[in-house]
């Protein structure tokens, strides 16, 4: 069965400074991994994958994220925090014996940039 | 740029009726999905729907959950006998593959009295 798990349920950081939110996961195939980021009472939204190739990606509203297949990591990474990133952030993989229709869902890790 | 919607955007209902949410995808995707969120927690998968059939489903899918495309556009969700447990966020997401990434709808929030 695949999984994720995000160890910190927030994260508050200061404006202007780097953030990283953690992801970690398991499968037993190949992964594809996901960001999604939740502001209150709207849906998910996409910002970034990694499916393969380089293990940098970059996504959406200067967010990226670092694939480390030796740490089964994918923490997503910023490197100057705006109040506005205040949100809920979802990491996510497809994959595995999972099959690959089927996405799971970290429990969230709740972001807070202090102005 | 192309969304997926969702209606109605809240639903109130009493338990043990049936209740069915809609869903338009965005029109050139191939896969379909229903998610939900209880209260601001996880986001949990219920189901996943390609070429008119399922094609994957969670435990939480059991008999009184049924999904449809009933016509070239709409994707819709039915909850035959609704549980004041039913009561979330249901997430529809379309994806124009199944390994890539799933864009989300805003979300029918379900509220079972």
């Known amino acids: 069965a695949q999984s994720v798990a995000q160890p910190e349920d927030q994260v508050n950081v200061a404006e202007g400074n780097p953030l990283t939110v953690k992801c970690t996961y398991s499968v037993s195939g190949n992964p594809y991994l996901f960001w999604y980021v939740q502001y209150p009472n709207r849906g998910l939204q996409f910002l970034l994958k990694y499916i393969t190739g380089d293990n940098l990606v970059k996504g959406s509203y200067g967010f990226e994220a670092e694939f480390n297949k030796s740490q089964t990591s994918f923490h997503l990474k910023k490197p100057s925090a705006l109040v506005s990133d205040s949100a809920l952030y979802f990491c996510a993989v497809n994959g595995g014996s999972g099959g690959y229709q089927k996405v799971t869902f970290g429990t969230g890790t709740k972001l807070q940039v202090i102005p | 740029e192309p969304e997926v919607t969702q209606t109605p955007s809240h639903q109130v209902t009493q338990m043990g009726q049936e209740v069915i949410l809609r869903c338009v995808p965005i029109?050139?995707?191939?896969?379909f999905y229903w998610y939900r969120q209880i209260l601001g927690q996880k986001v949990e998968f219920l189901v996943s729907?390609?070429?008119?059939?399922?094609?994957?489903k969670s435990e939480i899918f059991d008999d009184q959950f049924s999904v449809e495309r009933p016509d070239g556009s709409n994707f819709t969700l039915k909850i035959r006998s609704t549980k004041l447990e039913d009561s979330a966020m249901y997430f529809c997401?379309?994806?124009?593959?199944?390994?890539?990434?799933?864009?989300f709808g805003q979300g029918t929030r379900l509220t079972v009295v």
């Open positions: 029109s050139n995707h191939l896969y």
């Open positions: 729907f390609y070429n008119n059939e399922i094609s994957e």
């Open positions: 997401a379309s994806g124009p593959l199944g390994v890539t990434e799933a864009f």
